[in-house]
């Protein structure tokens, strides 16, 4: 587990499901995060938990974040695609609505980035973000964060096309 002052990432666990099934139908999280439209059935998401949970590919490193205050799962973030060889891995996260400008997500990066560079011994740690997500751009510039590049009109969000920015923090760019 790792630990801040608003709260612990930790490994997901199977009474989780009614929050991450509440997380992956939020059409604003599913907009903003670029997942896909679909709608999650309990059946779904409870296989897609299990296989996070039996993966032994070394290769995903997912956390529930947890609410100190509540002790309630807030959202998730993982590190995945990581490549021993290049030691460079995809950040991802996504906040429950109700939990979101808490700082949370802002904790969960900085705990996160720390896990990947000290104990994953990680160069170079990537992400996606959609061009219209300002507030999340802004956090990751923030962090040390920089825009290697743009796939315009790559995703649609609310009907419409926008870009999707590549950024990465390499492990001596990071701003603690």
């Not at 996504?94 to 990680?122: C, M, S, T």
């Amino acid at each position: 587990m790792l630990y801040g002052s608003k709260v612990i990432l930790r490994t997901l666990r199977g009474d989780d499901l009614p929050q991450l099934i509440a997380l992956h139908n939020d059409a604003s999280v599913k907009s903003l995060a670029a997942m896909h439209q679909f709608p999650v059935s309990p059946e779904l998401e409870a296989a897609w938990l299990e296989s996070i949970l039996m993966d032994k590919s070394n290769t995903k490193a997912y956390f529930g974040i947890e609410s100190i205050t509540s002790g309630l799962l807030a959202g998730i973030c993982f590190l995945q695609n990581i490549n021993w060889v290049d030691r460079i891995a995809w950040f991802g996260i996504a906040i429950l609505p109700q939990n979101q400008g808490k700082g949370y997500g802002r904790e969960a990066l900085d705990l996160i980035v720390q896990y990947g560079f000290e104990a994953l011994n990680l160069q170079k740690i990537c992400l996606y973000v959609l061009g219209v997500n300002l507030a999340a751009i802004k956090l990751y510039k923030q962090k040390g964060f920089v825009t290697e590049g743009v796939l315009r009109n790559h995703c649609n969000y609310q009907g419409q096309h926008c870009d999707l920015q590549i950024m990465s923090l390499f492990r001596e760019e990071q701003v603690l």
